[in-house]
C-alpha cells in the first residue's frame, strides 16, 4: 500500500468523524500553543532582566580598596588606599580602557531651600563619570574638563533631589547649595539608567561635583573607587584581570583590592532565565504528555469502531505492517495538526504585540521547531499501542465481531 493511500484513507476518516478529531487535536493545539508563548514570556523577562544590568554599564568595571588579607595586617594596611596615581596607571597599562573616574564620598548636612538641614550624599568624580556608568542627563548639563581643571563651584543633583527639594528637575538648575559655608551652583540634573534601589554607590539624595573640587574638603589622596569603562565587552575579563595586577603591584602584598564587573553577572542572570524558561517548557510539556494520552484512548476507541473494516482489508490482503502504519499514521495527522495549528496561535501573540506595539518581543523559530517536533513524537508514541493492538486482531474474530 503506497503511503499516499494511507494518508488519503485516514483523511476519509477524519471526514466521517469530524467533532471527534477536532476535540483530539484541540489538546495539541492548546499544549504547543502555551509550550511557545512560555518560551516567548521567558527570553522576554531573560531580555529585559539582561537589559537593565546592561544599563548600568555592560563595559563598567570598578574597583575598591578592601583591607589587608588578615585581621592582623589590617591596621597596618588601612594607609593603602587606592590613588588618583593608580588609575592613571591602570589607564596606560591596560588596553582597552576608554574612560576612567576615580570618586571621593563626603557626607554631609546640608540646608537646602526651604526645608531644615538633611543628610546629602557628596561625590566627587571626573566628567568621565557620566560615561563610565552611563548616567542619564534630564536637565541641564554634566561638568566638563574646563570645570574640572578650573575647580568650578558647579554641581549636579539627582532627579530625586531636584524633585523633592525645588518640585521639577528643570526649577533646580541655576540654584545655589552652600557646601561646607562654599556656594555651588547646581548646573545638571541626572538619574540612573537603571533603578538601583540604592544599590549602587548613587543614593536618592546624592550630588555630584567635579573630583578636583572635591579635594578642598579632603586632606589626603585617597579616593574611595576608581570606574573605568573599556571600548568592547568582550574585553572586560581580561582587562579585570591586568587592572588587579596593576593596582597589586603598586602596593603591599597584604593589601587587598576588589575589581569587579558586570560580565559575571550578566552570565549569572543569563543562566538562571535559561532554567526558569526550562522549567517552564517542562510545565507546558505536561498538556502535550496530557494530549497524547487522550489521542491514544481515542485512537483505542476508534479501534474498537473499525474491528470489522480491519477484518474486511486484512480479508483481502492487507499486512500487519500496513494496518500498524494505517492506525499510526492516523495518531500522527491528530497530533501534527493540532501541532500546526498551535504553533501558528503561539507565534501570532508576540507578532502582534510586536506589530501592534512598539515593544520588541522576542520571537524563537527554534520553539516553533520544537513544538511541532515534540508534537509529531507524541503522536507516535502514544499511537503505537493503538496501531499495534489494531494490527494484532485475527481476521476471522474480526469479520464475525458485532
Do not use: C, W
Request: glycine share 8%; net charge neutral.
Amino acid at each position: 500500500m503506497l503511503f499516499s493511500e494511507i494518508v488519503s484513507l485516514a483523511i476519509d476518516s477524519f471526514r466521517t468523524s469530524k467533532v471527534r478529531f477536532a476535540l483530539t487535536a484541540l489538546g495539541m493545539v492548546i499544549g504547543t500553543a502555551s509550550l511557545i508563548v512560555v518560551v516567548t514570556i521567558g527570553l522576554t523577562g531573560k531580555q529585559y532582566v539582561m537589559g537593565q544590568i546592561q544599563g548600568m554599564g555592560a563595559n563598567l568595571i570598578y574597583t575598591y580598596y578592601e583591607g589587608g588579607g588578615n585581621a592582623s595586617v589590617n591596621i597596618g594596611a588601612a594607609n593603602d588606599p587606592l590613588t588618583v596615581e593608580d588609575m592613571k596607571a591602570a589607564q596606560q597599562q591596560v588596553p582597552g580602557v576608554q574612560a576612567a573616574s576615580p570618586m571621593l564620598e563626603l557626607h554631609e548636612r546640608i540646608a537646602v531651600g526651604e526645608a531644615k538641614e538633611r543628610d546629602i550624599l557628596v561625590l566627587g568624580v571626573d566628567p568621565a563619570y557620566a560615561t563610565v556608568r552611563n548616567l542619564e542627563i534630564l536637565s541641564g548639563r554634566f561638568f566638563d574638563s574646563q570645570d574640572s581643571t578650573s575647580r568650578a563651584h558647579v554641581i549636579t543633583v539627582t532627579q530625586q533631589f531636584a524633585r523633592t527639594v525645588y518640585g521639577s528637575q528643570d526649577a533646580a538648575i541655576g540654584k545655589v547649595i552652600k557646601i561646607k559655608s562654599l556656594p555651588f551652583t547646581i548646573i545638571g540634573t541626572f538619574r540612573e539608567r537603571v533603578e538601583t534601589f540604592g544599590q549602587s554607590e548613587i543614593a536618592g539624595d546624592t550630588i555630584l561635583m567635579p573630583y578636583r573640587t572635591g579635594r578642598i574638603f579632603t586632606d589626603n589622596d585617597a579616593v574611595k573607587q576608581i570606574f573605568f569603562s573599556v571600548s568592547d565587552a568582550g574585553d572586560v575579563p581580561r582587562a579585570t584581570a591586568m587592572i588587579q595586577k596593576v593596582l597589586q603591584a603598586r602596593h603591599r602584598p597584604e593589601s587587598v583590592y576588589r575589581v569587579l564587573n558586570l560580565s559575571e553577572l550578566l552570565a549569572t542572570a543569563g543562566r538562571i532565565a535559561d532554567f526558569l524558561t526550562l522549567v517552564l517548557m517542562m510545565i507546558s510539556l505536561v498538556t502535550l504528555i496530557v494530549s497524547g494520552v487522550g489521542i491514544m484512548n481515542i485512537m483505542l476507541a476508534n479501534v474498537r469502531t473499525r474491528i470489522r473494516e480491519i477484518g474486511i482489508r486484512k480479508a483481502i490482503g492487507a499486512t500487519n505492517r500496513e494496518i500498524k502504519l494505517q492506525f499510526l499514521t492516523e495518531a500522527v495527522l491528530i497530533s501534527l495538526t493540532g501541532g500546526v495549528i498551535g504553533t501558528i496561535l503561539g507565534l501570532a501573540l508576540p507578532f502582534s504585540i510586536r506589530f501592534f506595539t512598539e515593544y520588541r518581543i522576542p520571537i524563537s523559530g527554534v520553539s516553533a521547531l520544537i513544538a511541532i517536533s515534540v508534537a509529531s513524537l507524541v503522536g507516535v508514541i502514544f499511537g503505537t499501542l493503538p496501531a499495534t493492538r489494531a494490527a494484532q486482531l485475527d481476521p476471522v474474530e474480526a469479520l464475525h465481531y458485532e
